[in-house]
């Protein structure tokens, strides 16, 4: 592999942001300083170079919770359509749920996984386990190094993988080897919502019933057991895509990510959106958990922006459009949010909500610092080459033609904005070029898959 120099860019890391070089040689970080040249690689040739100038460069984003649909649900997505999709947003890597079909509940699932990711996947990845109410023997067998986590589902977000009993939960939590991963939202409340509104509105029940029935109530009873459970035995618990004001009180931030036990997500949706957007969006924005108020809104911003909630993702989940269009009962829960997650939260930088070091901390840094990866999160030598080129002024919309999700729709669809992604590279391959926007949709070197993912655990 040639190496590469990254000329002149606005270096984003660590807290800082400083103008800078990097030379990348066989698919790791060389060099960082200022005013490299060509010659400061030894590598036979000359090096590629790239300038940057007037551009921001991250570590590539690590996105803790996508859903790919492979197998079993392609007419969807699949791995190679939604890395593709990743890399585009400068996602460089990922970790993607068990509910396909088949649930990835045992470890010969688990590696039919990482074998297609391996033959398919433009972007570095990994794959969960999950948990069910009784497969505690596969979870146990899980090697703590090359798997990203254990999935918990404690509300019915995902059909038959709903884990309830309370023997299979002490088990999953007491004797888990690596960190468990949890979906929050009680089951019972649930229920009980959705009959008193059904009886109401019957099949015609309007989606902005929805925070309703996955209330706010719903949300903090289940990630309250869930925190009271990982203090109960010990448990590295991660909770995911955060939702209400009252859950973030759950959280705190006294002590450094690196030895937190218990962590948070929030996701691109939940701070972007509120419940005032149902008008317009309808089921285009249901998930579970639900968009809430503009208050739930704000203060899960807040969280972030108090090291009370510790990674940004983004929960990607493709369904068809026909699928998403049908009424409140009928559409399933979930949307493609990985190309435009990036610059989503560049539009909150520019509105003045969030600046450009957290950005890149809790897309960037606390990802791979929750679940440990090895060498990756950071801009520093040696570390591979996972990197994003971001144009910060360089407008645009998204519409049809521009989205590359298999799905080929977006909640986005008509948002201006005003940053697009000019490069991503992969293990020190350009995988995308956008550099000025005149091909809409960017170009792809699809020459070279991703890696798997490795964690430095004992």
Partial sequence: ??????????????????????????????????????????????????????????????????????????????????????????????????????????????????????????????????ASNDNIDEILKTDPTSVCGVKVFLGSSTGNMLVHKKEALKAIFSKSPILVAVHCEDEEIIRLNSSIFRAEFGQALPIECHPLIRSEEACFKSSSNAVELANKYGTRLHILHISTAKEIELFGNSVPLAKKMITAEACIHHLWFDQSDYAKKGTLIKWNPAIKTAVDREAVLRGVLEDRIDVIATDHAPHTLEEKQQSYFQAPSGGPLLQHSLVAMLELYHQGKITLEKICDKMCHAPAVCFQLQNRGFLREGYWADLVVADIDSPWSVNRSNIISKCGWSPFEGQLFNSRVAHTFVNGHLVYTNPSGENDVGVFDETKMGRRLVFDRV
Avoid: C, W
Avoid at 35 to 57: F, Q
Avoid at 88 to 97: F, L, R, V
């Fill in 1 to 130: 592999m040639a190496a590469t120099l990254i000329k002149n860019g606005q270096i984003v890391n660590e807290g800082k942001i400083l103008k800078a070089d990097i030379l990348i040689e066989e698919g790791l970080i060389k060099k960082i300083g200022t005013n490299l040249t060509k010659k400061d690689s030894p590598l036979p040739g000359s090096a590629k170079l790239i300038d940057v100038t007037g551009k921001y460069v991250f570590p590539g984003l690590i996105d803790d919770q996508v859903h790919f649909r492979e197998p079993g649900l392609t007419h969807k997505a699949d791995i190679y359509t939604e890395s593709k999709s990743a890399v585009a947003g400068g996602i460089t890597s990922y970790m993607e749920m068990p509910n396909t079909v088949p649930n990835t509940l045992t470890q010969k699932l688990l590696e039919d996984k990482y074998k297609l990711a391996s033959e398919k996947s433009l972007a570095n990845y990994s794959f969960y386990l999950g």
